[in-house]
């Protein structure tokens, strides 16, 4: 299992290593934002409050808290106070020096601490902020408190997520954070480029709720033009059978062959293949009128073979099919390792910690984790204030007398 360092060995290390990125706001939409542009090999430098840091440092299950080191991979920690003008005033010397700030405080909370994008722009006309909030930078929402899980709900994400009998339910992760964080750093990665033409900075504004709402499918048109309303429906999509985890003797099984050629091999596989002509499973709209009925023969079947037998049908017919994963599995299997997507990082505070590799996969600049998340707040204010702005340990001491750092 490869151990900290660039995917397939390269000496390169990253497309945008000549790229500096300031990194506030706390949790997640931000953080997580500003470890795709980490990954990616973008110098983070993450402003910290002084003290506990960001909260994230204590989030995550188990005993250890560890999700850090994940979100925080790559980046650099300074502490900076920006509740108070000697903390803002550094943060505005910091953003002076950046390609990229990213934030996700609610909106106007950057006004008003005196570092309104117009000014920042105005001193960096290259500067590109990016800012994540729960509802975007204006309309009549804009000012509401706002979380991943409101912009799930807001985004139709919840409402159709769960059995049709009980309440709308989530899933195991905070996706609604991630997804805005996605589509914030798609959003640098274009004014990044429109910057290269024209040397104009921008400012990016995205909100939980729009980046939910853009995986929605065709769930707004569908109601527009055919009056129908998507319902939980559990594990399945109604209408696209089959398509199910499915019991087999010892575990569950993902199969997918709902296209009219990949479901007549399954009905080989099962050794029905009068299924395939059947009229009421032959056709796509024919399997999604019978999915229950379908699905309950495609599960009598697996039912009588364990895991392994099904997996070895489904590969010798070519089926789209898999196992139902959890941590170990994925630690465990070969394909994972041979594409280096689990890596070993030596952590700080944890020793060796294995994680998701960075992604996706570049063959010219390839994406990698080239140092582990900072152990404490502020462990490279030396490091980061001589750097940038050639700061002394006096200065630094005035600051910290100060409360700034």
């Known amino acids: ?155 139709g994400w919840r409402y159709i997520v769960g059995d049709p009998d009980r309440p709308p339910a989530r899933m195991g992760i905070s996706i609604g954070d991630t997804l805005c964080a996605t589509y914030g750093t798609m959003g640098v990665l274009a004014a990044l480029h429109h910057r290269e033409k024209t040397g104009q900075g921008q400012v990016v504004d995205t909100a939980l709720y729009e980046a939910v709402l853009q995986v929605m499918e065709g769930l707004v048109p569908e109601y527009d033009h055919n009056g129908f309303i998507r319902e939980r429906s559990g594990s399945i999509l109604p209408g696209i059978a089959p398509s199910n985890v499915y019991q087999c003797k010892d575990g569950h099984f993902m199969i997918g062959a709902n296209k009219d050629e990949i479901f007549a091999r399954l009905a080989q596989a099962m050794g029905q293949p009068e299924l395939a002509t059947d009229e009421r499973y032959a056709t796509h709209i024919a399997r999604g009128r019978n999915q229950t009925d379908l699905d309950t023969l495609v599960n009598m079947w697996t039912n009588t073979l364990t895991v392994d037998e099904v997996e070895a049908a489904m590969i010798e017919h070519s089926i789209p099919a898999g196992r139902v994963y959890r941590a170990p599995d994925m630690i465990a299997d070969p394909h994972f390792q041979a594409r280096e997507a689990i890596i070993e990082v030596e952590t700080e505070k944890h020793g060796s910690l294995k994680m998701q590799n960075a992604f ?16 404490t707040p502020g462990q490279h204010n030396a490091e980061v204030f001589a750097e940038l702005l050639g700061m002394g340990a006096d200065e630094m001491a005035q600051l910290t007398q100060s409360a700034a750092i």
């Not at 003290?51 to 999700?67: C, F, H, I, S, T």
């Not at 550094?90 to 005196?114: C, H, M, Q, S, Y």
């Open 1 to 155: 299992m490869a151990r900290l360092r660039n995917a397939r060995g390269s000496g390169v290390m990253g497309a945008l290593g000549d790229i500096r990125v300031i990194e506030m706001g706390q949790l997640l939409a931000g953080p997580f934002c500003g470890q795709l542009l980490g990954d990616m090999g973008a110098d983070v430098i993450k402003l910290e409050p002084p003290g506990k840091g960001d909260p994230m440092r204590l989030w995550g299950q188990g005993e250890e808290k560890v999700q850090w080191e994940v979100i925080a991979r790559n980046k650099r920690s300074v502490t900076c106070n920006l509740r108070i003008p000697e903390g803002q005033a550094l943060a505005r010397k910091l953003i002076a020096k950046a390609d990229v700030l990213v934030e996700n405080f609610k909106p106007g909370t950057l006004e008003k601490w005196g570092l309104s994008p117009e000014s920042l722009l105005e001193e960096n006309p290259g500067l590109i902020i990016a800012r994540m909030s729960g509802y975007g930078q204006d309309g009549p929402y804009s000012n509401r408190a706002g979380f991943g899980g409101i912009g799930e709900a807001m985004g």
């Open 360 to 375: 996706p996969k570049l063959s010219a600049t390839p994406s990698g984790v080239r140092r582990p998340a900072p152990s």
